[in-house]
């Protein structure tokens, strides 16, 4: 009788079972991870925006400005006779879903006398889980007096631009 060499059928079992009790630990912590690294994404975003209003603010005689000024100050429409740098990238200004969260912005009414049309006197700018539970799990929100976040999926700023600081709690 020829002696053959190989894996018996018990053996490629075992080894396939042991790669699905390796998976079955892993992926849920790969899982976690995303969701933790897209928050972080998303927490940065809020902050940013926070941090460029608040130049755009100093820039623009104590007013906030829409998202599209934030990237093009120049424009007729928002810092009148501005030359320098845009104070955000015009892919945060776009509000283009990133790293599974969707991004929205609020302003008050605006309508100050001898002012552009794109001033305001507040903002608020939020990112909510396009997936809850699964791209994120926490809503961030921010706006000229705090960043906050829920741990759920809700709106964390309101109309006329402003967070609801209960709803939203500052971040540590």
């Known amino acids: 009788m020829k002696n053959e060499d190989g894996f018996t059928l018990i053996e490629l079992l075992v080894v396939v079972a042991i790669i699905g009790i390796i998976a079955a630990i892993a992926i849920p912590s790969l899982l976690r991870a ?5 928050e972080a ?3 940065g975003d809020v902050r940013a925006v926070v941090s460029a209003e608040a130049v755009y603010q100093s820039a623009n005689s104590g007013f906030y ?3 599209s000024c934030l990237a ?3 424009d007729p429409a928002c810092i009148p006779a501005y030359v320098g740098p845009s104070f955000l990238d015009a892919n945060m200004a776009s509000l283009a879903i990133k790293a599974g969260y969707s991004h929205s912005a609020t302003y008050d009414a605006g ?6 049309a794109a001033d305001h006197g507040t903002f608020c700018y939020q ?3 396009t997936a809850p539970g699964v791209s994120g799990v926490r809503s961030f929100g921010g706006d000229p007096g705090l960043v906050g976040a829920m741990q759920a999926d809700i709106d964390c700023c309101v109309a006329g631009g402003t967070m ?3 709803v939203c709690p500052p971040l540590r």
Do not use: C, D, H, M
């Not at 995303?34 to 897209?38: D, G, K, T, V």
């Not at 309508?111 to 552009?116: E, K, L």
């Open 34 to 38: 995303r969701i933790s690294a897209n």
């Open 164 to 166: 609801q600081a209960s």
């Open 111 to 116: 309508g100050f006398t001898g002012q552009q």
């Open 65 to 67: 400005g829409e998202l």
């Open 72 to 74: 093009r100050p120049s």
């Open 127 to 129: 990112a909510r889980p």
């Open 41 to 43: 994404a998303a927490v």
